[in-house]
């Protein structure tokens, strides 16, 4: 059973920084992609990015330039790095991989950024 760890982020103040790690419980090569989702009391999950086992990453809009998908297959770690945090950007954090034949979640870490 795969398992996806997550640790990181909390609380700030609009402007600041955090980080997000994803630890795979086996090798990230084996994903066709990870990344992470978002979610707000009341709204569905949202994806905020996302990288291939390529190293092909994506963003959604509100994020792109501010938020920096990575990835160490060493580690079997995916990171979100989160600059310039806006208050919208207040959420629970979803780490997801994308396995052969199911996807699979970390346990959700929030994020609260206050002004």
């Known amino acids: 059973q795969v398992q996806l760890v997550q640790s990181g982020g909390g609380w700030v103040q609009a402007g600041g920084s955090l980080r997000l790690s994803c630890a795979a419980s086996?090798?990230?090569?084996?994903?066709?992609?990870m990344g992470w989702y978002r979610q707000t009391p009341g709204e569905q999950r949202e994806l905020v990015a996302s990288?291939?086992?390529?190293?092909?990453?994506d963003y959604k809009d509100s994020v792109d330039g501010r938020f920096t998908i990575s990835r160490d297959n060493a580690k079997n770690t995916v990171y979100l790095q989160m600059r310039s945090l806006k208050r919208e950007d207040t959420a629970v954090y979803y780490c997801y991989a994308d396995g052969t034949w199911r996807d699979y979640w970390g346990q959700g870490t929030q994020v609260i950024v206050s002004s």
């Open positions: 086996q090798s990230i090569s084996s994903f066709d992609a």
């Open positions: 990288v291939t086992s390529g190293g092909a990453t």
